[in-house]
């Protein structure tokens, strides 16, 4: 949590995981220690997450082969997901959301790699309009089936 997200940010959501703690203890000593090297990533996965409710989004990187966080971006811009791609010629493949503003990054910045959006986000709002819909119709629907 303090690699990618710092020592107070840190605390905050091991807060709400009721993991206690404090930003000293998330932090380690030498801070060089904790940050992972850089492997090749030849599929990566983006989404966006805000770090506080209502707050910024940030982008989170995944290597979707392993499934650890590669690294966190700043914002959610298309140039700033373009500027990283380009750091990593590697990248294949780019499982992402489907914002405007990853699909015009991974084009700028990884002209080489095919993306496929995912399916949750889509599936998951039908699911919630069928429920819905089955909601404001129930009386009907179970005298149908009676």
């Known amino acids: 949590m303090a690699l990618f997200l710092g020592g107070r940010a840190g605390v905050r959501l091991s807060e709400r995981m009721a993991i206690g703690t404090c930003k000293d203890t998330l932090l380690p000593a030498d801070p060089r220690a904790a ?37 966190v971006l700043a914002d959610r811009a298309a140039s ?31 002209p080489q790699a095919r993306q496929v959006a995912d399916a949750w986000h889509p599936l998951h709002n039908l699911a919630e309009a069928v429920e819905r819909v089955v909601g404001r119709h129930r009386a009907v629907l179970r005298k149908r089936l009676t």
Do not use: K
């Open 35 to 71: 940050v992972p090297p850089s492997d090749p990533v030849p599929l990566l996965g983006v989404d966006e997450f805000a770090v506080r409710r209502g707050r910024a989004c940030t982008t989170i990187l995944i290597d979707m082969s392993t499934h650890p966080p590669v690294d």
């Open 80 to 110: 700033t997901f373009a500027s990283w791609l380009r750091d990593h010629p590697e990248v294949r493949m780019i499982c992402r959301v489907r914002a405007g503003s990853f699909r015009d990054g991974a084009q700028a910045g990884a």
